[in-house]
């Protein structure tokens, strides 16, 4: 339960960082309350969903050396976006970006909290 908190701790920051830094031309999060909603919904989506679509796109996947793995990723970040009332994306190509650095970060916090049972 502590690693699935601080999980969702840095995927909300990268959120509200991403919006912030980007003064919204990358990702609009009109309150404090949507950005908490949206890192929430990220994670139950790429935890439920995620690995079930990666794996039955896996072919497809290694076919095009991880890029379907990306889009995946942007899907999941438009359907997160989707279900959350106060964030919006502006663009495909700003909202490749901000899913890069949010899955960046997600992935700094798997490691962080994977290293700690060591």
């Known amino acids: 339960m502590v690693r699935f908190v ?3 701790l840095i ?4 959120v509200f960082g991403v919006a ?12 404090l309350i949507a950005g908490v909603i949206f890192a929430l919904v990220l994670g139950v989506v790429n935890g439920i969903l995620r690995p079930i679509v990666q794996l039955l796109a896996l072919p497809l996947s290694i076919l ?9 990723n942007l899907g999941f970040f438009y359907l997160a976006a989707a ?3 106060g964030v919006r994306t ?6 490749v970006l901000a899913a890069l650095i949010v899955a960046f970060f997600n992935s700094i916090a798997a490691w962080i909290t994977e290293r700690g049972d060591e």
């Open 20 to 31: 912030y830094f980007s003064n919204g031309s990358l990702l609009v999060v009109e309150s």
């Open 6 to 8: 601080i999980r969702m």
């Open 83 to 85: 279900l959350t009332p």
């Open 64 to 72: 095009t050396l991880g890029i379907v793995a990306l889009l995946i």
């Open 11 to 14: 995927s909300g920051a990268a």
């Open 90 to 95: 502006v663009g495909f190509w700003q909202s």
